[in-house]
């Protein structure tokens, strides 16, 4: 544990639901014009505010400089009286003064709620794992709560050589067969997508929340693919396909089902997966775009050639510069973002604080997190905490004494290939300015005179 000498600094949290239903509408109708300034005004006015408010609170509050504290000395009423009955909640809900901490759509991003995404609000979260209600969501065609007990999976070739033994499982065989449970974190091939030209949105849970961790609980889907008798030599591809309406269908390749990897999964943080997260099967894809990941899976084929789906040769493509476009870019390379202190928060004084944020890897472990407050001219080398596992997040801390100056916050990740997270320039050099998916750039968050945070690209 550091040793923390001098005052500490207060945060204000970031303004999370800072639009009307009636200020959505305006951003849609702004959106087909190409401009965001009413997004933009409503968030300066609501990051304003709750600074305001950050203020007044602990004005309102404050421990006493002499004497005793009043909130010490004067029992309350949880200590004198009697508190809620057991199960009063079948199910257990976050407490009413954290309700603010949300899953939210991305004014104007998509036309459509059933073809949307929502981001998860990584700035309020603690240690690598997302709670289930709070994972991110992205859906091709909305999202379904079907009967387990109707739901089957079908294992087929796509000749009769491929798959000597097709079969269809119920849920009810899969999971009476050995399962396992692995951490891993899963991130949408689109994540900081809207980053790619210029700063777009201005908290970390829009520019990243694309992004979650959980223990997943199933069957290795090769044990599965024995059972039916694969024929590993000429089967070097299979393809997954959903249940939903988008038909989704994604090209896994076999030497990630070989390895043992590739879950059917069925449980998420030891409980079934939720509905919005692919109830009753999904795919666990460990360090593969969350597109691969394949929801409410009803059929596994096995063949000798990737499948070339409608979402593998017209979206998650990379567009490069030369205009030509890079399939079966699937790997989630090396990345990670401070999340506290990052866009929208506020700090309120001079003094300590404790930089925190995520790392991750599709390849393998994160090595290590460097951070830098003054823009990458200097880089300290992070704490990373407990547990570093395989294509799972990483949680990294660092002591910081902010004096009152302007800082521009990042942080570099190295994984265990010894790949290191990419500057916007780096990238850009390589893959331009027009792609949509795989960005990996270093993220900066603008700490101002102020102590308001803000987004920020360096060239």
Request: glycine residues 10%; aromatic residues 8%.
């Amino acid at each position: 544990m550091p040793e923390i000498n001098g005052p500490r600094g207060r945060i204000v949290k970031a303004p999370e639901n800072f639009l009307t239903p009636d200020g959505i509408k305006t951003v849609f109708r702004e959106g087909k014009s190409g401009r965001r300034d009413f997004i933009r005004q409503a968030f300066v006015a609501a990051t304003a505010a709750g600074a305001a408010a950050g203020s007044a609170l602990a004005a309102g509050n404050p421990v006493p400089s002499e004497g005793g504290d009043p909130n010490i000395l004067n029992l309350p009423t949880h200590s004198t009286g009697l508190g809620q009955p057991v199960v009063t909640d079948g199910y257990g809900k976050p407490s009413q003064y954290e309700t603010n901490v949300q899953r939210r759509q991305s004014p104007g991003l998509t036309q459509t709620t059933q073809a949307s995404v929502s981001f998860a609000p990584l700035q309020s979260l603690f240690g690598i794992v997302t709670p289930s209600g709070l994972h991110f969501e992205r859906h091709h065609q909305g999202w379904w709560d079907i009967d387990p007990s109707k739901h089957r999976l079908m294992i087929n070739g796509s000749d009769a050589q491929i798959v000597k033994k097709p079969m269809v499982f119920t849920m009810d065989e899969i999971m009476r067969l050995p399962a396992v449970s692995r951490f891993h974190f899963i991130e949408c091939g689109a994540n900081t997508g809207m980053e790619w030209g210029n700063v777009a949105v201005p908290t970390c849970q829009y520019s990243h929340g694309m992004l979650s961790c959980s223990e997943f609980t199933g069957v290795p889907l090769k044990a599965v693919l024995d059972m039916c008798g694969v024929d590993y030599r000429r089967g070097r591809f299979v393809l997954g396909e959903g249940a939903d309406g988008s038909s989704m269908t994604r090209t896994i390749p076999m030497e990630l089902v070989e390895s043992g990897e590739v879950l059917l999964a069925y449980g998420q943080n030891g409980e079934m997966l939720r509905p919005e997260n692919g109830y009753p099967l999904r795919l666990v894809v460990p360090g593969v775009q969350g597109v691969s990941w394949v929801k409410y899976l009803r059929r596994i084929e096995v063949g000798d050639k990737p499948y070339a789906a409608k979402d593998e040769v017209m979206h998650y493509v990379d567009l490069m510069p030369n205009g030509l476009h890079r399939q079966y870019t699937s790997t989630q390379e090396c990345k990670s973002v401070v999340t506290t202190p990052s866009g929208g928060q506020v700090l309120l004084d001079k003094g300590f604080y404790n930089i925190s944020g995520l790392a991750w890897s599709g390849r393998g472990k994160i090595r290590r997190v460097d951070v830098s407050v003054d823009g990458g001219r200097n880089w300290r080398s992070a704490r990373l905490e407990t547990p570093v596992l395989d294509k799972c997040l990483t949680r990294f801390n660092l002591d910081w004494v902010w004096d009152g100056k302007a800082a521009l916050i990042q942080s570099r990740a190295t994984d265990d290939t010894a790949y290191v997270q990419p500057t916007y320039r780096q990238l850009r050099q390589v893959r331009g300015s027009r792609s949509i998916y795989h960005n990996n750039a270093i993220q900066t968050w603008l700490v101002q005179e102020s102590g308001e945070v803000k987004n920020v690209q360096l060239s």
